[in-house]
């Protein structure tokens, strides 16, 4: 009896305890589990403003000292400088990310729509850093440079500059990056990127700008005067700009005066010699009518098969000897400037 009586007790003393234990349970503050981070909040939790559509976000990368900032579109991938930020002004340089930005897609998607037979179909972002500070020594001769080695775009000296100069840098990235067949350095190279960029796409990031800051108010007036201003564009027909260009050059006009060439270097004209030895050494604008002279003369795809020629070796292309090449094409620009009615009167020099 007594054991049976111990028996109940300790199966009392045992439910009390659950119930007692049940009880805390009950009165114990509830955990609430945290969500597990999804890429989505991740990217919330990164981004530090908005520009437009685009989120400016944390730069993780190996440069994040230099950009500590970072903006992702279809086509580019941008790393904002520190250092430029505080040249400019912050708000001052997200207003001119943003001019750039709502147009800067739909540019890159024009070049790869007009170079689609000689690109491949799936072509990656292209990386596009700020150097305002000019502190790359290319800075002093460009607006804007494709690196092919770092394969990557840098802009310099204004959120202008950049609007101006950036779809020509981005077809260099389709031609010497992505392209099978590279465009040769120099005379094939900036001419293909001229006619892409101004006169095969609409370039809205550069044509949106006022012509003031692009030209200013007396090169506006003058540009009209010379038959090469295109109202409905607020800016020059670039084929008339070329060719009335290189109308100066045969003219003298610019006898004397240092440019940039094709190929990456100076040079200057002289009265006894107003055409030059070599296609490298042509000026930007009479690169582009070249170009233009050899397409309407031998057909478009004659020319654009073989951009992997250097300039030394184009004549030959068409049988030609360079100066007989160089010739026939200035007799070809003197006819069109006179059947088109446009001239220049004094020196002007744009370094497209």
């Known amino acids: 009896m007594r054991k049976f009586i111990a028996i109940l007790t300790a199966v009392f003393m045992l ?21 597990v981070p ?13 520009v437009g559509v685009y989120a400016v976000v944390i730069n993780n990368g190996p440069r994040k000292d230099t950009y500590p900032y970072m903006v992702q579109t279809e086509y580019s991938t941008w790393l904002l ?55 790359a020594e290319v800075s ?3 607006g804007a440079y494709f690196n092919d080695l770092a394969n990557m775009i840098k802009l310099f000296h204004s959120w202008e500059m950049a609007r101006e100069t950036l779809l020509h840098e981005y ?3 389709l ?12 005379f094939y190279a900036e001419s293909v990127a001229n006619y892409v960029s101004m006169i095969l796409c609409e370039n809205r990031m550069m044509r949106s700008m006022d012509p003031g800051q692009l030209y200013g108010p007396e090169m506006a007036t003058a540009m009209r005067a010379w038959g090469v201003w295109d109202e409905a564009l607020g800016g020059p027909d670039y084929i008339r700009s070329a060719l009335c260009e290189s109308d100066a050059f045969a003219r003298g006009l610019y ?25 490298d050494q042509l000026h930007s604008g009479e690169a582009v009518s070249v170009a233009l002279y050899l397409m309407e003369t031998y057909g478009e795809d004659r020319f654009l098969d073989n951009w992997d020629l250097p300039g030394d070796k184009v004549a030959e292309l068409y049988g030609l000897s360079e100066a007989e090449l160089l010739t026939a094409w200035s007799e070809w620009n003197a006819e069109q400037c006179a059947r088109l009615g446009i ?5 002007a020099i744009r370094n497209y």
Not at 177 to 186: F, L, N, P, S
């Open 171 to 173: 077809v260099h990235y």
């Open 81 to 135: 400088a520190k250092d430029d930020m505080e040249l400019m002004g912050e708000e001052a340089f997200y207003e001119g990310l943003a001019g750039i930005l709502q147009y800067v897609d739909a540019d890159m998607a024009d070049a790869q729509r007009a170079l689609a037979e000689r690109i491949p179909t799936d072509i990656p972002p292209v990386e596009i850093r700020t150097d305002f500070c000019g502190k």
């Open 343 to 347: 001239r220049m009167e004094f020196a």
């Open 175 to 186: 031609t010497f990056h992505c392209a099978e067949k590279k465009t040769a350095i120099g």
């Open 255 to 279: 006898d004397d005066v240092p440019y940039l060439c094709v190929g990456q270097f100076m040079c200057s004209r002289k009265a006894d010699r107003r055409l030059p030895e070599h296609l």
């Open 38 to 50: 999804t890429e989505e909040t991740k990217a919330e939790d990164q981004t530090v403003r908005q």
């Open 15 to 35: 439910l009390s305890l659950a119930a007692c234990g049940q009880k805390a349970e009950a009165d114990a503050p509830q955990q609430t589990a945290s969500p």
């Open 140 to 142: 002093q001769n460009a």
